[in-house]
């Protein structure tokens, strides 16, 4: 019986020692600042290899001296990086465009092609908490950086100061971004924000991480998803269940546009459909789904067809 005991007290420990140490490997596997997020020459580099026909116009907004960069200082105390673009005929018009996983502002350049040429808009690219150029720790996978879009938000009349009396904003993100955006939707919002547009976005980091759990790693959520949530919790403020666009977006009242890619297996394209469906009023919400497009590819592989679905959404809204 002594020996019994003593077994199942040997498979006890080694059970928590080897989920402890899966947790912390986990978290620093999902939360971890990618180790050359401040090479922005080499995201340049990834931009132009994605969509090589924006070079020319990048490299000519660059020279010019059009594109700039911007440093401000976050509530938390942390110094954070946007690039920006003033476009003069843009009316009060800014697009404040989200970047994804591990991403940053440059590389959404695709996207600050469309608005500012397309639709003659003011163009903000931030890089969100602990990518790019700005600082901190940890991602924090939308739910911390909500608070930063907020503040950017507040920063936009005094980044383009002809907007102040007639400011509209829209919020774009994707995947990570896209996250963000709809969790910011479910906040206090001012009322010069005046549409939301997210592309291939999750339902919340549960979801997300449980998905990539099995999918990479071939395990169920039991014990990992929990344990690796109470460790966060621990250090950076915050379970992965606090993280829910699926519930931001129920408190949404701002009309938002949901785009998805068809054949996306990374941010599955099943979230669509709760996502979109938690928006409490359908006059005011609209989705489009990218045939065949995996993750975060709509609009590489539907050019015409995204700039086309994003213009008449956002024409009913913003004259």
Not at 110 to 119: K, P, Q, S, V
Not at 260 to 287: C, E, Q
């Amino acid at each position: 019986m002594k020996r019994l005991l003593l077994a199942l007290l040997f498979v006890v420990l080694v059970f928590v020692i080897a989920v402890t140490g899966g947790s912390f490997y986990m978290l620093s596997y999902s939360l971890s600042p990618d180790d050359n997020r401040r090479d922005t020459d080499s995201f340049y580099v990834q931009l132009f290899e994605r969509y090589p026909d924006i070079q020319q116009w990048t490299d000519s907004i660059r020279g010019n001296n059009l594109l700039r960069d911007t440093f401000v200082t976050m509530p938390t105390g942390e110094r954070h990086h946007a690039l920006y673009m003033r476009n003069d005929s843009a009316c009060g018009r800014t697009a404040l465009i989200v970047h994804g996983y591990k991403d940053c502002g440059v590389k959404f350049l695709y996207l600050g092609r469309m608005y500012f040429e397309g639709f003659h808009y003011n163009i903000l690219l931030p890089d969100l908490h602990a990518h790019g150029l700005s600082d901190g720790e940890a991602i924090g996978m939308g739910w911390n950086e909500r608070k930063d879009i907020i503040h950017w938000i507040s920063l936009i009349d005094s980044i383009f100061p002809d907007s102040i009396d007639n400011s509209s904003i829209v919020l774009h993100g994707v995947s990570m971004g896209a996250a963000t955006v709809m969790n910011v939707s479910g906040e206090m919002l001012p009322p010069t924000v005046k549409a939301i547009i997210e592309d291939c976005g999750y339902t919340s980091a549960w979801d997300e991480f449980a998905c990539q759990l099995t999918e990479q790693f071939g395990l169920p959520a039991f014990p990992l998803m929990y344990s690796t949530s109470i460790l966060c919790r621990l250090r950076y403020g915050w379970f992965f269940s606090d993280d829910s666009p699926l519930k931001q977006v129920a408190k949404a009242t701002v009309p938002m546009l949901f785009i998805h890619g068809g054949n996306d297996s990374f941010v599955p394209t099943w979230m669509i459909k709760p996502l979109s469906d938690a928006y409490r009023d359908s006059s005011k919400r609209k989705v489009w789904m990218a045939p065949g497009s995996d993750h975060a590819s709509s609009f590489r592989d539907h050019p015409e067809e995204y700039e086309k679905t994003v213009e008449d959404f956002l024409k009913d809204i913003i004259r």
